[in-house]
């Protein structure tokens, strides 16, 4: 007789209980006219390859066209490619529209 675990047993994982399940939000599912109009210009920016500045919220500045865009998130492709969360940005601009 082996000494060996009994390894038919089945391990589920249990979900904390402040932990609440997934749910969409009106802005992730249906697209509201903001929402549009960001990926309306986020799309044109991208196929006419801009070159954007964007200024963080701690006051950095990444300068580079735009590569690819999600929900949360953009690509720049500058001196090198950066991922950038849309929560840092405080506001972007094309070059030479400084003022």
């Known amino acids: 007789m082996t000494n060996e675990p009994n ?6 994982r249990k979900r904390p209980a402040d932990v609440a399940p997934f749910r969409l939000t009106a802005y992730e599912g249906q697209p509201t006219p ?3 109009a960001e990926l309306f210009y986020l799309q044109k920016q991208i196929q006419s390859q801009t070159p954007m500045v964007l200024v963080l919220e701690d006051g950095e500045t990444i300068e580079g066209c735009i590569e690819w865009y999600d929900r949360n998130a953009l690509k720049i492709r500058g001196r090198q490619k950066t991922l950038v969360y849309k929560s840092a ?6 070059v030479g529209d400084q003022g």
């Open 89 to 94: 940005i405080k506001y972007m601009y094309k």
């Open 34 to 36: 903001q929402r549009n």
């Open 7 to 12: 390894r038919t047993k089945a391990y589920t």
